[in-house]
């Protein structure tokens, strides 16, 4: 059975996150006390009606019974129930203008009287061991609701096996460097197609534009030592047992070289027969 424990931050997407994962065959409770996770574990192992594919969420919204979360994931793993955490993360900023928006009360708002600013300082404290812990990690502070449904099924839509899963992100650092990113490369040094007048509105997935970044001897041999040095470093990564590896790659706007090279390194990933997966995080910004 392949169990995913999802959490994370109040207002990060884990409601989001759980309707793309029904989205793709998932079976979904929200909101599960963590006492009752490995109860629920074995009545989905025993039930009638086979459940291949289970997530739960369990977060702070449980009060004290959050707190236990450790010693059953601990316990879990001991008797062999074996699953995945996913964790939600997003900017306190970000967090704050949601829960501003749509005015619903932050379940640790109560412990500061109604500071929202504290309560979310307070939560991101309480889940570091959690975060640590995690398999996968998104940050949802500049995703779309389309593109965060893309990375869950990135990571959970095929079949997983052992295997590691790479995910390329492109972004603009005018945006913010991706908070999950493993690995961060800069390519604002290789020629940049915005200041050709007739690629300035296109992007890297669009050919004419992928063809001036690769042109270039300042790219070719980017990419060669680039590619070199990425193929040495997964496989160590894989020894360490870890589950995802998320390598960024950032230019100015997040609109052209760095879409094209993630793109590039997504597609030479695929052509070793690697999991891996890509998303453009800021090609519709601006």
Not at 65 to 91: E, H, P, Q, W
Not at 157 to 165: P, R, T, Y
């Amino acid at each position: 059975m392949d169990f995913v424990i999802v959490t994370g931050l109040s207002g990060a997407g884990k409601t989001g996150a759980l309707h793309a994962m029904e989205d793709i065959g998932f079976f979904c409770v929200d909101n599960l006390p963590a006492k009752l996770i490995p109860i629920f574990y074995d009545l989905c192992l025993s039930s009638r009606e086979e459940r291949q594919r289970v997530a739960v969420v369990t977060d702070t919204r449980g009060g004290e019974m959050f707190a236990s979360l450790f010693d059953v994931l601990d316990g879990m793993k001991a008797s062999g129930r074996n699953y995945r955490i996913l964790f939600l993360d997003a900017g306190d900023g970000v967090l704050m203008n949601r829960y501003q928006e749509n005015r619903r009360r932050h379940p640790l708002a109560q412990v500061y009287h109604g500071s929202l600013e504290q309560a979310v300082r307070l939560e991101r404290e309480m889940l570091l061991p959690v975060r640590e812990r995690a398999d996968y990690i998104i940050d949802t502070s500049l995703l779309t609701t389309a593109q965060m449904k893309a990375r869950i099924s990135g990571l959970f839509l095929e079949d997983s096996g052992d295997a590691m899963m790479l995910q390329c992100v492109s972004f603009g650092f005018k945006y913010g460097i991706p908070a999950e990113a493993d690995l961060v490369f800069d390519v604002r040094c290789l020629p940049n197609p915005f200041y050709i007048e007739e690629l300035k509105h296109q992007t890297g997935l669009d050919a004419p534009v992928r063809e001036y970044v690769m042109k270039w001897e300042q790219t070719q041999g980017f990419i060669r030592r680039w590619i070199d040095l990425i193929d040495y470093m997964v496989p160590l990564y894989c020894a360490e047992g870890k589950s995802q590896l998320v390598i960024a790659v950032g230019c100015t706007g997040g609109h052209h070289r760095s879409v094209a090279l993630a793109q590039h390194l997504c597609d030479h990933f695929l052509v070793q027969g690697k999991r891996a997966s890509v998303t453009h995080r800021d090609i519709k910004k601006g």
